[in-house]
């Protein structure tokens, strides 16, 4: 089956387009027209500024239930943790669907139409496997598919509290107990129609050096991205270098992990040999600008690390924030605050961070481009809005990065099928109402059943 789409602008990667026939078969864009001054019949009208689908490359969905509650109060990433693990101990598979499954439809709502979930959070309180040893990985594909958008599941591995150190009672719940074990119990998933089974490793203090090549191994056997979070604090940094004598990037280069489908997320506090070591890796980098700053975790060196070869890439992270364009914006905001300067990335260049390179680093290459072939994934941005009246249609990525917000997303389409549709989730129709009952079952202190 054919779908028609007509764009009134569309955004082709270098230049916006007025007047675009976009027809979509089987998933995928299976011609392009420009210059079409006006919609045949039949076909789906999509007014604004049309992008590619965005790519949320860093997620924790449960971390929507944060939001507000770490705002209330002071400290540092280590007491902001804290109260993550008090959220994390509550959730059961169901549970995490519900959660899950609003907070994918606000991605939906947002222009996002695949999410990179970074997820860690495997078993039951105490660390006993449900009987579906992945009931909660699977409780995110599930939820990911039933708000219409595509998941790579970055499946975690999370074995330690620190360096030399077991898992704390928290952390229970995210450990397999070895690499070998984790291997063993995240090979039974498998990618998909919307899903791709991705790995990760927590980071260098969650995983012994040891067993990093494990992980690394796990990956590029399957041809499978594989992500880590990098140097977020200088904690992690000084902590690594009292364990092991080097920095975290280099101990993941002297393991195996550094690589073309290798993405770091943060690489925050780096040194110059850091950054030389992932831009000659190819490994990408995923900033996530709104956590960072929400959590006083510094600014990352985003310009430093393309220009030594890291592809980069944009995440929510913690949902502190869900926009995509705000997330674009901060990565060149902050480097003005750095550097006294404007002007380090152009809008295309970001919007290709938002999208194409996002979906890259969640192993989609084949996404993030209105072109022939690609993906039929695409999202549409009012150009008549409060923030995004005004200027020029020509200049629709300009105002799409630098003013406008998640709020004007008007339509979002994947495989060639409206998951959004004039601002409403066509499978979840309210999705606030989604999120507070979810958000509320979570908050709620009365004792809950957790047998495996």
Known sequence: MTTTYWLEHAWLGDAVEPGVLLEAADGRIA????????????????RGLTLPGLANSHSHAFHRALRGAVQAESGTFWTWRETMYRIASRLTPDMYFALARAAYAEMALAGITAVGEFHYLHHAPGGAPYADPNAMGEALIEAAADAGIRI???????????????????QLRFSDGTAEAWAERCSVLKDRDHVRIGAAVHSVRAVPAEQLATVARWAEER????????????????????????????????????????????????????????????????????????????????????????PLSLGSDSHAVVDLFEEARAMELNERLRTRTRGHWTAAALLRAAAEDGHAALGRPDAGRIEQGALADFTTVALDSVRTAGPPPRLGAETAVFAASAADVRHTVVAGRHVVRDGTHARVPDVPAALTDSIAALHDTRPRGATP
């Open 31 to 46: 011609a392009l027209h420009k210059e079409t001054p006006a919609p045949p019949p039949g076909a789906e009208v999509l």
């Open 152 to 170: 790579t599941l970055l499946d975690t591995c999370y074995l330690s509290s620190g360096f030399g150190q077991p898992p704390g009672e928290h």
């Open 223 to 310: 041809g499978a991205p594989l992500h880590v979070h990098l140097s977020e604090q200088p904690a992690e940094n000084e902590a690594c270098l009292a364990a092991h004598g080097c920095t975290p990037a280099r101990l993941l280069a002297d393991h195996g992990v550094l690589g073309a489908r290798t993405t770091g997320v943060h690489n925050t506090h780096l040194t110059d040999e850091d950054i030389a070591l992932l831009g000659g890796a190819g490994a990408g980098t995923c900033m996530c600008p709104t956590t960072e700053r929400d959590l006083a975790d510094g600014i990352g060196p985003a310009a430093a690390l393309q220009r030594a070869g890291s």
